[in-house]
């Protein structure tokens, strides 16, 4: 069987403090980047805006979009339809992370850019392993199949993470989730028979695609949102050897509030036999 899947494209261009207008320079680079992408196969393509952490929320906010638009406005003169293009955001600040003034104004200055995705459509293979992945993932979500930590745990059981909550758009979660964290760590150290992946999963992308990270500008967020509870678990006593993760975009859906599509679940692969005490 075969599908289409999508690789992304990505480009950075900077700008001058306090300027929305695109250097000479920064539009070769740009024209350049444009020109080797295949028109046929772009799926979709995502621009968005920044600034550095100087001015008022309200004024980056909308100098990030005029930084957006004036791409956009590039992409349009070369013959890109607007339909193509998905999002045209405008983000803000991005915020500092180092302490140091002579680092701070080289981060400062890579802050003021506006990131360009584009998603080129790829044949793929599909194997008959993912098929059946496939299948149980569908059937889970239509009969809303999971179990509990209360429950008697067995192969093929699905556990659904409640409350931890991602902050959109990112792979990590928001401080009130850690809670609940805490809990799955504690329930699956005490079962150490289980052997389980854990499976991310993301809401309001058509066409069951991957949402972009935006700590990264990667479309891989429920693989990152996977990983993140992986990390986290190995990191608080869970062997990496029970356990895998993975992530399958907006494939799946549990219908109703959005927000609930924005998940992370266990999958039992395997359960062993407890050794007795």
Not at 83 to 95: M, Q
């Amino acid at each position: 069987m075969i599908s289409v899947a999508q690789i992304d494209r990505s480009h950075e261009t900077f700008f001058d403090t306090d300027q929305y207008d695109i250097t000479k320079i920064e539009i070769a680079k740009l024209n350049r980047f444009i020109a080797s992408l295949p028109k046929d196969k772009i799926e979709d393509i995502s621009i968005y805006g920044y600034c550095d952490d100087r001015g008022s929320d309200a004024y980056n906010k909308k100098l990030s979009q005029q930084r957006a638009d004036a791409i956009k406005a590039i992409f349009s003169a070369q013959g890109i339809s607007d339909t193509i293009i998905k999002n045209s955001d405008g983000k803000g600040e991005l915020l500092l992370t180092r302490l140091d003034d002579i680092t701070n104004e080289i981060q400062r200055k890579l802050n003021r850019k506006v990131e360009i995705i584009v998603s080129i459509k790829q044949p793929k293979v599909v194997t008959p392993e993912e098929k059946e992945t496939e299948k149980e993932i569908v059937k889970a979500v239509e009969e809303k199949r999971y179990k509990s930590f209360t429950d008697t745990i067995v192969k093929g059981d699905r556990i659904l993470l409640d409350n931890i909550l991602f902050k959109i758009n990112y792979s990590y979660i928001k401080g009130s989730s850690y809670k609940n964290l805490r809990t799955l760590a504690k329930f699956l150290k005490e079962n150490d028979n289980i052997i389980f992946k854990i499976q991310g999963h993301v809401c309001c992308v058509g066409k069951g695609r991957d949402a972009i990270d935006l700590k990264t500008g990667k479309r891989n967020l429920s693989v990152s949102r996977a990983k993140f509870v992986y990390d986290y678990l190995a990191k608080n006593g869970v062997s990496k050897k029970r356990m895998r993760y993975e992530g399958f975009g907006s494939k799946y859906p549990l219908g109703g509030d959005t927000t609930l599509d924005r998940r992370v679940e266990i999958l039992v692969t395997y359960v062993k036999k407890k050794k007795k005490k």
